[in-house]
Structures are given as structure tokens and as C-alpha cells.
């Protein structure tokens, strides 16, 4: 039974389309994250919810909208998709704020042509 | 956050310990030692933290300099399994949830 999990695996799009990512996950967390894991392989944080208000908003335009219906679910909303935002996306979760352990899922890998 | 310091890449043989070396030389008093390992095509997983003692867990342990400017995660015995990413990161608790940045990180080859 996957903890953390995300759908679409893989998603390959034109430039300019609007696309979601979908995150669940079944620990019973209080608080989830996006990352973005960049062509040179560094995974840096996007976004942070903790009870389903957004807590980090790290510097992303504002193309990137998250949307957390409730506290097992953080989607990512990507409008007008740029070649830029080509990557590897990320969701993960932890038990609360102050928690170090984070579960990452397996990945979204994204696509922009 | 401060930054770290690791190789590129280390190789093991299996069934040997391996112990990967991490240079944090401006590391601040509240800043946790944390690492995590990304396996081929998996997200990050968590392995260990520490801020001052040496720590162990069923996974590793972690060995941290007195000056506290550089750590080692030790395997005790490498698998063919514990080829991975291993990364190695400085972060202060923050109430506003924990916010990695990982950064390329020490690519580990396990020899059969």
C-alpha cells in the first residue's frame, strides 16, 4: 500500500498548456510538500501545507497553483506551461511542521515540448 | 542555510561499511544535520539527523565531528540496494515546516 503517491507518472505537454499533478497520501499527515527536481538533479522545495493551508510559497510564479482539498490531498495546478518548467516533481509529507521525516513520493516527471 | 560539502561519487564492494564523508565548516548552532538517499527513479527517502551526539537507527549512524563542521553516515554493511543518492543537508527547525534543499549529492556504486 503506497504511502505517498502521485499521478501522473509521466506527463508530456505542449508549451502554453494547462496541466495537474495529483498527490495523496495515507500516513495520516498533518503537513505536505511539492518539489522540484531541476535537469541537474537538485531537489529544491516549491510549496508547504500543514492542515490544508499553505504555509511555504518558495519564490514559484504564480503559474504554479496548489489546491489542498483536504489534508491527504495536495494538488499542483501548472497554467501556460513554459519549456522551463520541464522536471521532475515531487510530493511529499510529514507528520507535522516540525517533523524531519519526510515521505516522498515516486515522482512526476514532466514534459513541456 | 549553510552549505555542505560532499564527493562526487564512492564505490563499496557489498557487505563492507562505507562511510560517506560531509563538510559542513559553517555550520550554525541550530542547524540539524539530516540525510536522505534517492534511490534510482524514487523519490528522496529520509535515513537519519543529528545536531551534536553521534545518532543510529536500523538503517545507518551518524557520526558528527566535535566542531560539529563535518559528519560522516555510515552503512554497516552495504547491500546491492544501497545504491543510491545520499544527501547531505543543514536545517534549522523551523515552525514553518522543514524545507529542504537537496543539492547533488555523493552517487554511491555497490560492487557485487
Known amino acids: 500500500d503506497t504511502a505517498v503517491s502521485q499521478t501522473p507518472k509521466y506527463l508530456v505537454t505542449q508549451m502554453g498548456n494547462d496541466k495537474s499533478i495529483k498527490c495523496e497520501q495515507n500516513?495520516?499527515?498533518?503537513?505536505m510538500y511539492w518539489y522540484k527536481q531541476d535537469s541537474k538533479k537538485f531537489l529544491k522545495i516549491m510549496f508547504s501545507?500543514?492542515?490544508?493551508?499553505?504555509?511555504i510559497n518558495e519564490t514559484v510564479p504564480n503559474r504554479f497553483s496548489p489546491k489542498s482539498p483536504d489534508k491527504a490531498h495536495l494538488n499542483l495546478h501548472i497554467n501556460s506551461l513554459e519549456l522551463g518548467d520541464s522536471a521532475v516533481y515531487f510530493c511529499?509529507?510529514?507528520?507535522?511542521?516540525?517533523?524531519?521525516?519526510?515521505?516522498f513520493g515516486p515522482g512526476t516527471r514532466l514534459t513541456v515540448t | 542555510d549553510a552549505k555542505t560539502t560532499q564527493p562526487n561519487s564512492m564505490e563499496s564492494n557489498e557487505e563492507e561499511p562505507v562511510h560517506l564523508p560531509c563538510n559542513h565548516s559553517t555550520i550554525s548552532g541550530t542547524d540539524y544535520i539530516h540525510w536522505y538517499r534517492q534511490l534510482p527513479s524514487q523519490g528522496p527517502e529520509y535515513v537519519i539527523h543529528?545536531?551534536?551526539s553521534n545518532v543510529n537507527n536500523r538503517m545507518a549512524s551518524l557520526a558528527i565531528a566535535e566542531d560539529r563542521k563535518s559528519s560522516t553516515l555510515i552503512l554497516h554493511r552495504a547491500t546491492l540496494r544501497d545504491a543510491a543518492v545520499y544527501y547531505c543537508?543543514?536545517?534549522?527547525?523551523?515552525?514553518?515546516?522543514?524545507?529542504?534543499?537537496f543539492g547533488p549529492g555523493t552517487r554511491l556504486s555497490v560492487l557485487p
Open positions: 501545507y500543514n492542515n490544508k493551508e499553505l504555509i
Open positions: 543529528g545536531l551534536t
Open positions: 500516513l495520516g499527515h498533518d503537513t
Open positions: 543537508i543543514l536545517l534549522a527547525y523551523d515552525n514553518y515546516g522543514q524545507n529542504f534543499v
Open positions: 511529499a509529507s510529514s507528520q507535522d511542521l516540525g517533523s524531519y521525516e519526510q515521505y
